[in-house]
């Protein structure tokens, strides 16, 4: 069934006859791994080797995903959905590896992404004490959050500066901790095999969420340094052992972010206006992308990639939404949280804690009255096209980088000038065609949303339409030359105001007022971190330390058995086959999107129908784990999450194991496909041997 029919009564029913205890719930940090919980369950001893090995073999893309090292030549593997960015960015009118596949022969064929980054943590520090000792006591919200920024970005640099490592503070527990991350970076990065999206993709946005599944999402990148491939010391062995239902596998990713620590006035104000927001302006973009895609084939392949993560995202917010509605979920976090403040005020010891709750829900409220221009002026959901990203980027550069590291926006700090930088000079291809057709949407959202007599929409417009507008300050800026963007950037402030390019003059047309809400949604966010500060000690002191945080889109370990489960009173199995992918080809006509690529229907008879293909567990994730490697009990690699079924989207909000179910393509169909259907056999060769040969 589609995503925006799933059925609350469903959710209700899933969270109500769940375990009570929720044995393989968590997203747990490698520094703090559920040792206990494991023995207990699962008789199984989680030893410091079998975490460290997992936890360097594992990869962050900064296109938003997760993969893993599968051989000692750097040898990486990830989903197909998370590699299309870098595919799209390497694909032509002549040349569509995003839709037709992608086979390097040799290192040779490997072809270099475009502006790709992938991440390998190397070490974990708490910084808790050293954050909050730079924050003086009693300071007004908008002081401590500079003062926190000021701490940060000194922490960062240092630690850059040190281990010539990337170098990040993550928020833990919504201000109750804070973990420096250093990872090592890999910027020449090159694309090894890619299916076509077809087979990566089956069954399209109609199955999208849904089991059983047929999908062979996935994409074969390497890592280089100094121009060879990078030589790697741990990385993932493929496993020999057959998964079956009821083993224990492991998950480790980097899920981007859950919001099950939040206070219900937080729950609410996402329920009531974010939620509604987003899905209206996710619809009005999959409408409008969706019909432009339909006009050429050309326009559907440079928007191909754009629409499919609106689809996804409009579908995952779609099901989250639909959890927000439920009184069985929503009626289990009000009662939580009652219970909590009733043992807050029972107690006696924790009064900040206690008060914690109202701070939030009076920050939230005034973050609500700024919410609308904020995205629409300081999120740029007013501006949304590359060119104006670029145009932003260029003018704030010039202003913040001569500041003091500690005072600048974040995303200038030394620690961030590497990634800035990669992004900001790629050569990725940017459509003028497109963009006009994105910005005068935005522009035409904008003034819907603020009303045209607006005084920031009358000067945005300038006396023109969205539609005139638009046209004009793509045709006339130079922003996407990259060489423009370079001497511009390298000349400061002063160069870029005289420039006169007409979509940075645009973006310093709004920039004070975006500032400023950007400010002031700063300060009321320093006062909930504060406030859940307050509530994580208190909790931490009357419950352990024994829980793990909400998602940041940084490492984490997840676990649960291979199990089937029942729907509507129908039992669905663990795994599905490559038989089942034909079956499902028939039963819908061979139409798209079920229909199959003209080399699946040429090499069926060679395979083995038998190969279970893709197939489902409990282990905890979320958006971000896309690409994450999934071992057994040895540490082998066993397959690779792609997704989760309908009853998966609430486990933003909270967790449940009798129906959600984590989605994976089976490592044995991997291999079937790469050697009977793609031919690949020097993929297979380096993924059965774990090093490249020849």
Same mark, same amino acid.
């Given at each position: 069934?589609?995503?925006?029919?799933?059925?609350?009564?469903?959710?209700?029913? %899933?969270?109500?006859?769940?375990?009570?205890?929720?044995? !393989?719930?968590?997203?747990? =940090?490698?520094?703090?791994?559920?040792?206990?919980?494991?023995?207990?369950?699962?008789?199984?001893?989680?030893?410091?080797?079998?975490?460290?090995?997992?936890?360097?073999?594992?990869?962050?893309?900064?296109?938003?995903?997760?993969?893993?090292?599968?051989?000692?030549?750097?040898?990486?593997?990830?989903?197909?959905?998370?590699?299309?960015?870098?595919?799209?960015?390497?694909?032509?009118?002549?040349?569509?590896?995003?839709?037709?596949?992608?086979?390097?022969?040799?290192?040779?064929?490997?072809?270099?992404?475009?502006?790709?980054?992938?991440?390998?943590?190397?070490?974990?520090?708490?910084?808790?004490?050293?954050?909050?000792?730079?924050?003086?006591?009693?300071?007004?919200?908008?002081?401590?959050?500079?003062?926190?920024?000021?701490?940060?970005?000194?922490?960062?640099?240092?630690?850059?500066?040190?281990?010539?490592?990337?170098?990040?503070?993550?928020?833990? #527990?919504?201000?109750?901790?804070?973990?420096?991350?250093?990872?090592?970076?890999?910027?020449?990065?090159?694309?090894?095999?890619?299916?076509?999206?077809? &087979? $990566?993709?089956?069954?399209?946005?109609?199955?999208?969420?849904?089991?059983?599944?047929? +999908?062979?999402?996935?994409?074969?990148?390497?890592? #280089?340094?100094?121009?060879?491939?990078?030589?790697?010391?741990?990385?993932?062995?493929?496993?020999?052992?057959?998964?079956?239902?009821? !083993?224990?596998?492991?998950?480790?990713?980097?899920?981007?972010?859950?919001?099950?620590?939040?206070?219900? $006035?937080?729950?609410?104000?996402? @329920?009531?206006?974010?939620?509604?927001?987003?899905?209206?302006?996710?619809?009005?973009?999959?409408?409008?992308?969706?019909?432009?895609?339909?006009?050429?084939?050309?326009?559907?392949?440079?928007?191909? !990639?754009?629409?499919?993560?609106?689809?996804?995202?409009?579908?995952?917010?779609?099901?989250?939404?639909?959890?927000?509605?439920?009184?069985?979920?929503?009626?289990?976090?009000?009662?939580?949280?009652?219970?909590?403040?009733?043992?807050? &005020?029972?107690?006696?010891?924790?009064?900040? $804690?206690?008060?914690?709750?109202?701070?939030?829900?009076?920050?939230?409220?005034? *973050?609500?009255?700024?919410?609308?221009?904020?995205?629409?002026?300081?999120?740029?959901?007013?501006?949304?096209?590359?060119?104006?990203?670029? $145009?932003?980027?260029?003018?704030?550069?010039?202003?913040?980088? /001569?500041?003091?590291?500690?005072?600048?926006?974040?995303?200038?700090?030394?620690?961030?000038?590497?990634?800035?930088?990669?992004?900001?000079?790629?050569?990725?291809?940017?459509?003028? !065609?497109?963009? *006009?057709?994105?910005?005068?949407?935005?522009?035409?959202?904008?003034?819907?949303?603020?009303?045209?007599?607006?005084?920031?929409?009358?000067?945005?417009?300038?006396?023109?339409?969205?539609?005139?507008?638009?046209?004009?300050?793509?045709?006339?800026?130079?922003?996407?030359?990259?060489?423009?963007?370079?001497?511009?950037?390298?000349?400061?402030?002063?160069?870029?105001?005289?420039?006169?390019?007409? =979509? *940075?003059?645009?973006?310093?047309?709004?920039?004070?007022?975006?500032?400023?809400?950007?400010?002031?949604?700063?300060?009321?966010?320093?006062?909930?971190?504060? &406030?859940?500060?307050?509530?994580?000690?208190?909790?931490?002191?009357?419950?352990?330390?024994?829980? #793990?945080?909400?998602?940041?889109?940084?490492?984490?370990?997840?676990?649960?058995?291979?199990?089937?489960?029942?729907?509507?009173?129908?039992?669905? /199995?663990?795994?599905?086959?490559?038989?089942?992918? #034909?079956?499902?080809?028939?039963?819908?006509?061979?139409?798209?999107?079920?229909?199959?690529?003209?080399?699946?229907?040429?090499?069926?008879?060679?395979?083995?129908?038998?190969?279970?293909?893709?197939?489902?567990?409990?282990?905890?994730?979320?958006?971000?784990?896309?690409?994450?490697?999934?071992? +057994?009990? %040895?540490?082998?690699?066993?397959? *690779?999450?792609?997704?989760? +079924?309908?009853?998966?989207?609430?486990?933003?909000?909270?967790?449940?194991?009798?129906?959600?179910?984590?989605?994976?393509?089976?490592?044995?169909?991997?291999?079937?496909?790469?050697?009977?259907?793609?031919? %690949?056999?020097?993929?297979?060769?380096?993924?059965?041997?774990? @090093? @490249?040969?020849?």
């Amino acid at each position: 069934m589609n995503l925006r029919f799933l059925s609350p009564m469903l959710v209700a029913a %899933a969270l109500a006859t769940g375990s009570a205890t929720h044995g !393989d719930e968590g997203m747990w =940090l490698y520094e703090n791994p559920p040792r206990q919980l494991l023995k207990e369950r699962h008789n199984f001893d989680l030893t410091d080797a079998w975490l460290e090995h997992l936890r360097l073999s594992s990869v962050r893309f900064n296109s938003g995903g997760s993969g893993s090292f599968v051989s000692e030549d750097g040898l990486v593997l990830s989903n197909h959905h998370v590699g299309a960015d870098a595919l799209q960015k390497l694909s032509s009118p002549e040349h569509n590896y995003l839709r037709d596949s992608f086979h390097a022969k040799s290192l040779a064929d490997e072809l270099p992404c475009v502006d790709l980054e992938l991440n390998v943590l190397q070490s974990i520090e708490d910084v808790t004490a050293q954050v909050n000792a730079g924050v003086p006591a009693g300071a007004a919200p908008e002081e401590a959050f500079k003062a926190r920024r000021k701490v940060i970005a000194g922490i960062e640099k240092e630690s850059q500066e040190k281990t010539g490592l990337r170098s990040n503070v993550t928020t833990l #527990y919504q201000g109750g901790a804070y973990h420096l991350y250093r990872f090592k970076r890999y910027t020449d990065v090159r694309l090894v095999f890619a299916p076509e999206q077809q &087979a $990566a993709f089956f069954g399209g946005d109609p199955d999208n969420f849904e089991f059983p599944r047929y +999908n062979l999402d996935v994409c074969f990148f390497r890592a #280089y340094e100094d121009g060879k491939p990078v030589k790697v010391a741990h990385h993932l062995k493929w496993s020999e052992t057959p998964l079956k239902e009821g !083993d224990l596998t492991f998950v480790s990713g980097h899920p981007g972010r859950t919001s099950r620590l939040q206070t219900m $006035a937080e729950l609410e104000y996402l @329920r009531d206006e974010q939620f509604p927001y987003t899905l209206v302006r996710l619809k009005r973009l999959e409408t409008l992308l969706g019909n432009w895609s339909n006009r050429s084939a050309e326009n559907a392949r440079r928007a191909k !990639d754009d629409l499919f993560g609106i689809q996804n995202s409009r579908k995952a917010r779609d099901g989250g939404h639909a959890g927000l509605y439920d009184p069985v979920l929503m009626g289990r976090k009000a009662e939580a949280e009652r219970l909590f403040r009733t043992r807050l &005020a029972a107690n006696g010891e924790y009064p900040d $804690a206690a008060a914690a709750y109202e701070r939030i829900a009076a920050a939230q409220k005034a *973050i609500a009255q700024q919410a609308l221009r904020f995205r629409l002026l300081e999120a740029n959901h007013g501006f949304n096209c590359e060119s104006f990203e670029i $145009a932003r980027t260029l003018l704030r550069a010039g202003e913040e980088r /001569p500041k003091a590291n500690g005072g600048r926006l974040r995303e200038f700090t030394d620690s961030n000038r590497q990634p800035l930088e990669l992004d900001l000079f790629s050569e990725k291809p940017i459509h003028e !065609d497109l963009e *006009i057709l994105k910005l005068a949407d935005s522009l035409t959202f904008l003034a819907e949303q603020l009303g045209v007599g607006d005084p920031t929409v009358q000067k945005i417009l300038a006396g023109k339409s969205p539609r005139v507008r638009a046209a004009e300050l793509i045709l006339n800026s130079k922003v996407r030359d990259v060489a423009f963007r370079k001497r511009l950037y390298d000349g400061g402030s002063s160069a870029v105001a005289e420039a006169k390019d007409p =979509l *940075i003059e645009l973006a310093r047309a709004v920039d004070n007022e975006a500032r400023e809400l950007r400010k002031a949604v700063e300060a009321q966010d320093e006062i909930k971190q504060q &406030a859940q500060a307050a509530i994580a000690k208190a909790r931490f002191a009357l419950e352990g330390t024994s829980k #793990y945080p909400d998602a940041t889109f940084t490492l984490r370990l997840s676990f649960g058995p291979v199990a089937g489960y029942e729907d509507n009173g129908q039992r669905i /199995p663990a795994f599905t086959t490559l038989a089942g992918l #034909y079956e499902r080809c028939a039963a819908m006509g061979n139409r798209e999107p079920f229909d199959l690529p003209a080399r699946w229907v040429k090499k069926k008879a060679a395979l083995d129908l038998n190969t279970p293909f893709n197939f489902v567990s409990t282990a905890d994730i979320i958006g971000g784990n896309s690409g994450s490697p999934v071992v +057994n009990r %040895a540490g082998e690699f066993v397959g *690779i999450i792609f997704d989760g +079924n309908l009853s998966s989207l609430v486990l933003d909000f909270a967790y449940e194991d009798t129906v959600a179910r984590a989605l994976s393509v089976d490592a044995r169909a991997i291999i079937e496909a790469l050697n009977k259907v793609y031919g %690949a056999k020097n993929v297979v060769r380096e993924l059965q041997s774990g @090093r @490249r040969r020849g």
